[in-house]
């Protein structure tokens, strides 16, 4: 079965601060993927990597950036945290090319709450 | 621009009483529609995927369905242990490689 582990289900921080989100899948997958999930609003992408040292803008990429320095593990940072990124964050990886069309596995999500 | 709409936004059955949750897409050709479950406070689970129209795929008391504007979830008899969230996203053909979700289905099945 595909594992994908999110490092803290629940995270409390303050304004300002840098906080690190880490993610990490043992299915030998290329791409990672971080979204949000808020209420109203559904899942939205921030980032994603196809490779590692490779990252693409999502949806929603301000504020936020990405680290990938192994194939199995990406990083959402959060440079400067603000009140409007309390949220659900969630992890999910997948295969590319001729099986990108395979579905793309989910963490169980960090809730964060920036205070 | 690829669009998912979901509807109902919540469903509330009896245990027993079967129903279908829609799932309408537009999207610059499709290369695969996923159903994923989201329990409260994790991840959401794959279900299903479907690639092409007219395409059926069963697991349990669950089928999924695909015509070339929509998808429907049907729920046969299901047990209070179905409520969750019920999410479908559509990926298109490359190079756009992301999904794009819907806003899901809030299913209560009530005992």
């Known amino acids: 079965d595909v594992k994908v582990t999110q490092s803290s289900r629940y995270l409390v921080k303050r304004t300002g601060e840098k906080v690190f989100l880490e993610c990490v899948q043992d299915m030998d997958h290329e791409n990672m993927f971080w979204y949000r999930q808020d209420p109203g609003l559904g899942l939205r992408l921030i980032y994603f990597s196809y490779d590692v040292k490779m990252k693409e803008k999502g949806d929603i990429p301000e504020g936020y950036s990405v680290s990938r320095e192994k194939k199995e593990r990406f990083s959402l940072i959060l440079e400067s945290a603000s009140t409007n990124q309390t949220s659900m964050y969630l992890c999910a990886s997948s295969f590319s090319g001729t099986y990108s069309n395979q579905p793309q596995h989910f963490g169980d999500g960090t809730r964060l709450s920036i205070l | ?111």
Not at chain 2, 60 to 76: G, P, Q
Request: net charge neutral; glycine share 8%.
């Open chain 2, 1 to 111: 621009e690829d669009q998912v709409t979901q509807s109902p936004e919540a469903l509330r059955l009896q245990e027993g009483e079967s129903s279908s949750l829609n799932c309408s897409y537009t999207v610059s050709g499709l290369r695969g529609l996923f159903w994923y479950r989201q329990d409260p406070g994790k991840g959401p689970e794959f279900l299903f995927t479907l690639y092409s129209a007219g395409e059926e795929k069963e697991k349990e008391r669950l089928k999924a369905t695909l015509t070339k504007k929509e998808s429907f979830l049907h729920i046969t008899a299901p047990k209070p242990e179905d409520s969750a969230t019920y999410l479908c996203a559509v990926q298109a053909n490359p190079p756009r490689n992301m999904l794009t979700f819907g806003g899901g289905t809030r299913l209560m099945v009530k005992p």
